[in-house]
Nanobody, 130 residues
């Protein structure tokens, strides 16, 4: 069964930490590019961090130095360690996977749009209070 299942969200105060997990089915875990996205109410979905199938990662400026994406190949699981959380990090966080044309070459330079990711989890809510 093809699926992505996120967990680990919750409510924390500013400055706190959370670790999100994304358990993937075997077929999806082999995708060229996997990523964490987030969507706040009234805003567009935005990419947060991506990891290519060879293990290299990239994240956006707004989370640099605070968020770290990693993977555990033995568990087919992705992680997003979020430290020094800010109220503006409040959003639904989604795990996604892409394996289409150019998904490997475009992964780390954010050349893929959200629409290029063909598989999505159901999301996990992160709420950061000031």
């Amino acid at each position: 069964q093809v699926q992505l299942v996120e967990s680990g969200g919750g409510s924390v105060q500013a400055g706190g930490s959370l670790r999100l997990s994304c358990a993937a089915s075997s077929s999806i875990y082999r995708s060229n590019c996997m990523g964490w996205f987030r969507q706040a109410p009234g805003k567009e979905r935005e990419g947060v961090a991506v990891i290519r199938s060879d293990g290299f990662t990239s994240d956006v400026d707004s989370v640099k130095g605070r968020f770290t994406m990693s993977r555990d190949n033995a568990k087919n699981t992705l992680y997003l360690q979020m430290n020094s959380l800010k109220p503006e990090d409040t959003a639904m966080y989604y795990c996604a996977a892409a394996s289409g044309a150019y998904s490997f070459s475009l992964c780390l330079n954010w050349g893929l749009k959200a629409a290029d990711f063909g598989y999505w989890g159901q999301g996990t809510q992160v709420t950061v209070s000031s």
